[in-house]
């Protein structure tokens, strides 16, 4: 299988992307970006967003669209679907074709993965630390 580059920009990602995954995404990012002081790039191939260190990231896959979250393990209040793995305090919504996530449900848990890095830092670093 051949690796395909990244995306140029976060708008050239999301041109790149077709059918639900693409309209997941799009509103995905619209709610990501209403929610917060944030900074958007193109990392590890997909959407991240970083406001004192990384925040979230937007991945669409063949059959899902992951909307994750590096200190997620403390959102799971607000968004029960949120599944815990990976490094940090990680944990992602994964959502196949036909689901979905309010707009107002995504910008609380963006607005509150936000405020967790302001008040503790960058999520990356406090892991170093330890």
Known sequence: MQKTPPAASPDAYVESL???QRTRVEALRRSTLAAGPLEER????HLVYFCHG???LIRAEAHRVLFGFWRGRRLV???TRLKPG???EMAT???NEGDTISAAGARRLVKAAIELNQRLGDPTSVAKAD
Do not use: C
Not at 42 to 45: F, R, V
């Open 18 to 20: 077709a059918g639900w």
């Open 42 to 45: 193109i990392k590890w191939g």
């Open 54 to 56: 990384p925040v979230l």
């Open 77 to 79: 209040e607000l968004e």
């Open 86 to 88: 990976g490094k940090y």
């Open 93 to 95: 919504l994964a959502l």
